[in-house]
């Protein structure tokens, strides 16, 4: 069973940045295709970014391309989203999630896709 588990959330002022990264135990990242999720008070889980096992490929919702970047070390066990030039509206819970995969190139970007979720790290964007 792999265990996920974030970090790097906190509030910040619209424009700056933040990194959260996703630690993996229990099993080895390299196994796993990942993704990113965000959850904003009232509304539904929204698919953020994903990357393949490889790390080669990746994929971003419209609302974060150009201004997240999704990454993976898979020699530290650790997954990141680097998220730049932050707005209001990134406010959400952010949520790392993984998928074992037997294709290094594959990525996934549905909830239903994936079977391991950490508990989340609040960011907090101020206007």
């Known amino acids: 069973q792999v265990q996920l588990v974030e970090s790097g959330g906190g509030l910040v002022q619209a424009g700056g940045s933040l990194r959260l990264s996703c630690a993996v135990s229990g099993r080895t990242l390299s196994t796993y295709a990942m993704g990113w999720f965000r959850q904003a008070p009232g509304k539904e889980r929204e698919f953020v970014a994903a990357?393949?096992?490889?790390?080669?490929?990746?994929d971003y919702a419209d609302s974060v391309k150009g201004r997240f970047t999704i990454s993976r070390d898979n020699a530290k066990n650790t997954l990141y989203l680097q998220m730049n030039s932050l707005k209001p509206e990134d406010t959400a819970v952010y949520y790392c999630?993984?998928?074992?995969?037997?294709?290094?190139?594959?990525?996934?970007?549905?909830?239903?896709?994936?079977?391991?979720w950490g508990q989340g790290t609040q960011v907090t964007v101020s206007s």
């Open positions: 999630a993984a998928r074992r995969s037997a294709s290094g190139s594959d990525y996934y970007s549905t909830q239903t896709d994936f079977a391991s």
């Open positions: 990357i393949s096992r490889s790390g080669g490929e990746t």
